[in-house]
């Protein structure tokens, strides 16, 4: 005859938000300040290192560029260009000796890095724009020949055309200006139309205009390429920080307390799957910043940092918290268990070793314990929901037992678990046993096992 009772055992709450916490501070899985990882430091060094490469290499043609333009022209380009490639080497020299607190300040540093280039283009246009406007009055075309006129619409052209060819090989425009080099271009026609036709005054006016817009959209490419940099190269550290843990914190060594042994913690294990799914995900944002980072804007990458990534990392810590309540719980169980195996041996039973089943540890932890007299007790101890555990008591007895002996039995197993803190709702009597599905876990069982053998 058997009988079969069912019970909820619940932790008091102190005891469940201290046993994770203790247990993630000895795995060292708390986020503490991290020591940086050596080599996610020399790859983004490294890439900052190449960025500031392109830009100097930019710089020289365009120096190179600046040589043929009226004097005046030239030097005024080759100053403000000077003045926004070394901004630019400051704030990416900031990048790598403060990035640990440019991350921690991510918002206010990129809302300070934009208002500060937006303000040093502000002050190149006006500077720009005054000073044409001079050029614009030292060569009025009256009292004039038609040669001395020609030649100089013709050379305010030529630069104009020249930088516009500039900026179509040099800068992304298509991405950070799309239509502005195009208007450009169409202007510049009209221009070298009036000129064709011998309206010289119209042509240099529009000509020089032309000139002035692409300055500065040159300039203002020149900062929305230089905030972009910035942005991808502090999302690449960040991704590549967050890959680099996943990969090497994957698998903890891990001693329980009061045991010599150590054993590995896999938090993808204990996290069904949870570390595996992040490390997917993180991939994904990876491969964005490789092969399709031509598709990603300023707004892409800044959201990226302020919000994308460190929910990212958030979820990442989720996963974590999980894994270790997952073997918290895991070691709950296996204690109830013992505790249980304790009271049984009072009541004059003894642990069949044979019928020891621990398959997965992160599911119900079972085993049969007999008497001398061929009665048998199978119990299993479940998880439960809200981080509760489940006992299951089978009842298998040579002889018919009554409703009240069966009761009184889960009575004493509920008082023993009492005395170590652990509250037990009252057995209620249930149906047929529960069927669960097994798979074959990878840490722990050994540890379990010997628990049990050594009772």
Known sequence: MSGKKTGIVTHLPEQLEALPDALMRRLSLIDEKQVANQETENRFVSMVSQTQDQL??????????????????ADMEIQTSQELINNQALIEERLVKESAEIQGNIVNYLDDQLTQFNQEVTRHHQQQHTQIQRLRREIHLQNRSANEKALIVENWLKDAHSLIQFIDNHYDHPKFAPTRLSDLDEDLQLAIQNYDGGLYEAALVTGQNVYRRASELRI???????????CFLMASKKIDQILTELEEKQVIPYQPEGTEQVFD?????????????????????????????HNLSIEDLRKWLIEDLPALEADIQTVKNKAVTNLVNSQIRTNIADLIMQALQKQGYQLDNSLLDC?????????TARSNSGNAIHVLVNPGPNDKNEIQLESIDQRPQTEHFHQRRAYEISQALQKFGLKVDEFRKTSQPEVQSRIEAPILPAQVKNQYVQN
């Open 265 to 293: 913690f896999d938090i993808n294990f204990w996290s069904d799957k949870g570390w595996e799914k992040m490390r997917n995900k993180t991939g994904r944002y990876q491969r964005q910043l490789g092969d399709a980072s």
């Open 220 to 230: 203002s490419l020149e900062r929305d390429e230089n905030q972009w940099n910035t």
């Open 56 to 73: 100097k290499a930019r710089e020289a043609e365009f120096q190179a560029y600046t040589r043929q333009l009226n004097g005046q022209l």
């Open 359 to 367: 398959d997965d540890s992160r599911d119900g932890f079972g085993f």
